[in-house]
Antibody, heavy 121, light 106 residues
Framework: EVQLVESGGGLVQPGRSLRLSCAAS????????MHWVRQAPGKGLEWVSG????????GYADSVKGRFTISRDNAKNFLHLQMNSLRAEDTALYHC??????????????WGQGTMVSVSS | EIVLTQSPATLSLSPGERATLSCRAS??????LAWYQQKPGQAPRLLIY???NRATGIPARFSGSGSGTDFTLTISSLEPEDFAVYYC????????FGQGTKLEIK
């Protein structure tokens, strides 16, 4: 079964850091690009960051550029998101998502259930 | 940044009726548009990619059309499980999502 399971969320103070992880299983991880998408409570979807199969192409939303870093470990089938200088507006459910192809530019065909990040003092 | 505007914000229909959802882009995205369905407490599900291609396992009652700046998701005959929120997404210039259309039971 193809599966993505996120972890690492929690309650954190503004300005602090958090590292999210996504464990992938049921498919050949290094054949596909991967992404992070977030959803603030009661709001819509916002793309956060994406990485192609070999980490050669990486992109970020303007709202997180310079604060968040995406990475992947193809040997262990993990996707990560290092989040620094967190702000209240980063509060959201963070989903890991698999692209349909190795290219970073493709639709997302598999999604995890998400891990919740709450930024508050 | 490419802005996607979905309309209507809410659509109230009955099972068996036809649903037409729209997504307009602030600039051309060619055919690089996808549609997702999201039910409460669940992750989004890919329905349509590249404007008109159904994803694996998606019923034939779902269809997509359009190119450039104007796109449509059509559900030919609504089933009870189709009532959900629908998002469009462009991949022409990294990614953006529309704000969503809530399809509710009338």
């Amino acid at each position: 079964e193809v599966q993505l399971v996120e972890s690492g969320g929690g309650l954190v103070q503004p300005g602090r850091s958090l590292r999210l992880s996504c464990a992938a299983s049921g498919f050949t991880f290094d054949d596909y690009a991967m992404h992070w998408v977030r959803q603030a409570p009661g709001k819509g979807l916002e793309w956060v960051s994406g990485i192609n199969w070999n980490s050669g192409i990486i992109g970020y939303a303007d709202s997180v550029k310079g604060r968040f870093t995406i990475s992947r470990d193809n040997a262990k089938n993990f996707l990560h998101l290092q989040m620094n200088s967190l702000r209240a507006e980063d509060t959201a459910l963070y989903h890991c998502a698999k692209a349909r192809d190795s290219s970073v530019h493709d639709a997302f065909d598999i999604w995890g259930q998400g891990t919740m990040v709450s930024v508050s003092s | 940044e490419i802005v996607l505007t979905q309309s209507p914000a809410t659509l109230s229909l009955s099972p068996g009726e036809r649903a037409t959802l729209s997504c307009r882009a602030s600039q051309s995205v060619s055919s690089y548009l996808a549609w997702y369905q999201q039910k409460p407490g669940q992750a989004p599900r890919l329905l349509i990619y590249d404007a008109s291609n159904r994803a694996t396992g998606i019923p034939a009652r779902f269809s997509g059309s359009g190119s450039g700046t104007d796109f449509t998701l059509t559900i030919s005959s609504l089933e009870p499980e189709d009532f959900a929120v629908y998002y469009c997404q462009q991949r022409s210039s990294w990614y953006t999502f529309g704000q969503g259309t809530k399809l509710e039971i009338k």
